[in-house]
């Protein structure tokens, strides 16, 4: 993400299993983001209850590292024959490249995140993979993963808590994204879910061009740390990329990996795990 | 970033690192070094690659054209220099990177397509870094055909001397040995205090960076824009060293600058008690393709940075 960290660690912030207002989100229709109160100036505009359905397939993903606390990146719940496929950053998995570190350990998605509140409930990851370029070179251009999680503790799949959202392949990369993330680092707090809306895709960033793989894709969003691994959604609930990094300026766009043959193969990789 | 390119900037920061030092103030460097050079650290690397082809050849306009393989890119880079200036254009597309052929085409200033024949008696073994390199020479033959933006330079031509270079192992230690003194020496030159004046502006994928360097050595300018069409990323970059640097007042609330050519104009420099600045003025910079392109404007952030 910004400055090219690719996960940022924030302190454990333990919070009551229990939705917003004490209660399992019902679907409601509100708003997605606060009209009018541009917090911080920035585009990545707060949602207002991210329980609703079209939000609620996106959560935040936290990776335990002992003392260290939890890394935190974002993710978007894909619909799937075992209802249990979280897409996520490659380096949200792994560190990339052949002597690329896998974060097997204690990795969970929890969907519809804020404050601490599981409203959906801990869906932890059971089976972890990268696109197979990601591991080898590091190419960002391949900067994409995918998880199968576990059931929550109320024993539901991911599928049938939260639903998920279509997934696409080979489509022009000249789209309108919704950028979905849970930004951590400054100015945002990792505890909230965030949007930029009618995000118009900008070019490639001329990095893109020396790595192997597709050109990746840029769209305007003031994404941080923590907002990796963030779902690109196209048409409603599709999805069409995933966040991966940005550079430190403050304009920077918000660049992410193109869905080609090679993430559609880890996507039918992910679907047959059961 | 390609060796080339990243040698295009690391010329830039090495202009300044020798006369003057960026690289040493840790305070100054993050703030005047462009973003995009800076947003370079931390990044993966590109893969290595496993052999550089190229050739060179002399084109309109006294510039010389290089085409190149790194990475996934086929690259073309018109560069035109002399003792203290140096500019180029680089245009970077996907293509076939393979050692033995370059085919690309560069959006709408045309294409290259050419294979290479190696010469019978042309191997040769180099050491670079500590690294044992194998060049084959030979030539290449098929087809260049590319005319720059307004025709700023023009070549078409189906043969070529160029080589392509492979790894070979490494090299005696002895031949990459830097001496103590000489290690001294370029630390102390890092630590050398410079003043820095930066601009930057972005829009969307396309950068733009001008900066200039007081040193006691002397000065330097490295201007700076990269931006993408479609499958066609361009770069263009001008460095000169000498000059008149920037001139700052006792307050650090003022500056203006008039960099030598292929600069034009001045920058001005405004400070204001918020913290808040402003850049304008007529600068400019010629580089190859996009002459005048402006330095100055409200898009650009502007920051200076002066020692006590």
């Not at chain 2, 203290?84 to 597309?93: I, P």
């Not at chain 2, 990459?176 to 102390?188: N, Q």
Request: contains cysteine; glycine residues 12%; proline residues 8%.
């Amino acid at each position: 993400m910004r400055e090219a960290k690719p996960l940022e660690v924030e302190a454990p912030r333990p919070g009551p299993l229990r939705g917003p207002d004490g209660q399992r989100g019902a679907p409601r229709r509100i708003a997605p983001a606060v009209p009018g109160r541009p917090d911080f100036g920035s585009d990545f505009e707060q949602v207002v209850d991210p329980t609703t359905p079209e939000f609620r397939i996106h959560g935040a993903v936290f990776v335990a590292l002992g003392i260290f606390g939890y890394a935190r990146c974002s993710g978007t719940a894909v619909r799937s024959g075992n209802e249990s496929v979280v897409f996520t950053a490659g380096h949200c998995v792994n560190s990339g490249g052949r002597r690329g570190r896998w974060l097997r350990s204690r990795w969970a998605f929890v969907p519809a995140y804020r404050y601490g509140q599981r409203p959906f409930g801990i869906f932890p990851a059971k089976w972890l993979d990268t696109t197979r370029q990601w591991r080898a070179s590091g190419s960002e251009n391949y900067d994409v993963a995918a998880a199968v999680v576990g059931r929550n503790q109320r024993g539901e799949t991911l599928g049938e808590a939260v639903g998920g959202a279509g997934i696409a392949f080979n489509l022009k990369p000249k789209q309108n994204f919704t950028v979905h993330g849970y930004p951590a680092a400054e100015p945002f707090d990792g505890e909230t879910q965030r949007v930029c809306a009618a995000a118009e895709y900008l070019g490639h960033d001329p990095d893109s061009f020396l790595f192997p793989g597709p050109l990746n894709l840029a769209v305007h969003c003031d994404v941080t740390g923590g907002a990796s691994g963030g779902g690109w959604t196209i048409d409603g609930e599709t999805l069409d990329s995933v966040t991966d990094y940005g550079y430190s300026d403050d304009k920077s766009p918000d660049f992410g990996a193109y869905f080609g043959k090679e993430v559609a193969r880890l996507y039918q990789r992910a679907e047959r795990v059961r | 970033m390609s060796r080339r390119i990243a040698s295009i900037a690391v010329l830039g920061l090495l202009l300044i690192g020798r006369g003057t030092q960026a690289a040493a103030a840790p305070a100054l460097l993050p703030q005047i070094v462009p973003p995009r050079l800076l947003s370079e650290v931390g990044k993966p690397v590109p893969p290595r690659p496993l052999f550089d082809s190229s050739f060179t050849a002399s084109a309109s306009g006294g510039y010389k054209v290089k085409v190149f393989t790194f990475g996934s890119a086929v690259i073309l880079e018109v560069d035109r220099r002399d003792r203290r200036r140096f500019s180029a254009a680089v245009y970077l597309a996907r293509g076939v990177a393979v050692p033995r052929r370059l085919q690309a085409t560069f959006g709408n200033f045309g294409k290259v397509s050419m294979r290479f024949r190696p010469a019978k008696n042309g191997g040769q073994s180099l050491c670079r870094f500590g690294e044992r390199l194998s060049r084959r020479h030979g030539t290449y033959v098929g087809e260049l055909d590319f005319k720059g933006e307004d025709g700023y330079v023009a070549i078409d031509l189906h043969r070529a001397k160029g080589s392509i270079v492979t790894p070979a192992g490494r090299c005696p230690r002895s031949r990459h040995h830097l001496t103590r003194a000489a290690a001294e020496r370029a630390i102390e030159a890092l630590l050398e205090p410079a003043s820095g004046l930066a601009a930057n502006a972005r829009d969307g994928v396309a950068t733009t960076s001008f900066l200039s360097i007081k040193r006691k050595t002397g000065a330097a300018f490295l201007a700076f824009h990269q931006e993408t069409h479609g499958k066609l990323a361009i770069l263009r970059v001008a460095i000169v060293r000498g000059g008149k640097s920037f001139h700052v007042n006792e307050a650090v609330t003022t500056a203006g600058v008039s960099p030598p050519p292929p600069f034009h104009g001045t920058g001005r420099y405004h400070a204001e008690p918020d913290g808040t600045s402003t850049w304008s003025g007529p600068l400019s910079v010629d580089f190859p393709g996009a002459p005048r392109f402006p330095l100055t404007g409200p898009d650009f952030e502007a920051l200076i940075d002066v020692p006590f």
